[in-house]
């Protein structure tokens, strides 16, 4: 019998999320956690020496990594609460959805020389809030890698197929550099490589759009494409979301 898609989650998916986020919490939080009681231990240091200038330098680093750390359990939070307590999905309208979100993106990145071009499919089926927020962090993350300077056309190309609806977006940003194909979807990546301590907490768009996307039963994926004219590849994020039934 096939069913509907759900936002049910199975034994499995809870024990990946469990297995996910304990190796981002090791990894990830543990640092700055580590930093603050180093630079403690400095400030004490510096403070009893009577070094107040370097002791209020050491202090300083102590609240940025406390707010670090703050920001991250904050973005774990909202990644594990992703799909819970959600009504059962229903037929949407991606391009409305699409140029919601890209209004939203372009107020939080405060650009205005960015423009939408929506061709193709326009229903789907699942959860409007969610498929809304899949595409603000998609198209945040165009606005935010490209020059404030720049004109940017954010594509959006979907074709509903007979069981899975794809959604294609593309722009005439930089593109993802090579090499980093293989971690734009870890948590807290940013420009390819891990947050550094000196620089505020991100990379978690590409994550929360991927679970979101997921959570449907569906996938994102991020592929390079040739095109006609163009000297280089494009880089192109791939949505795919089943259609009204899928099988068990």
Known sequence: MPKRVSFEHDQADSTALLAE???VIAHDVRTPVRHIGQFLE???RELEAGNTTQAAAHFDIVKDSV???????????????????????????????AASAFERAMMSEERSNAVLDYRGD?????????IQEMFVHLFENALVHTPKDQDLTVRVDVYRGEQDTHIEIRDNGP???????????????????????????????LPLARRIARLHGGDLTFERQSGAGADKPASVFVVTLPNSEILT
């Not at 703050?70 to 959805?97: C, F, H, Q, W």
């Not at 326009?122 to 969610?130: L, S, Y």
């Not at 948590?187 to 620089?199: V, W």
Request: glycine residues 14%; aromatic residues 8%; negative net charge.
């Open 175 to 205: 593109g993802i550099p090579d090499g980093y194909e293989k971690i734009i979807f870890d948590m807290f990546q940013k420009g390819g490589k891990r947050e550094e301590e000196d620089k505020p907490v991100g990379g978690l768009g």
């Open 42 to 44: 400095f400030y004490e």
């Open 122 to 130: 326009e229903a789907c089926i699942g959860h409007d809030v969610r």
């Open 67 to 97: 707010s670090r750390v703050s920001d991250m359990l904050d973005g774990i939070v909202t990644y594990a609460r992703l799909g819970r307590g959600l009504d059962e999905p229903t037929e949407v309208n991606l391009k409305k959805l």
């Open 21 to 23: 986020l304990a190796s």
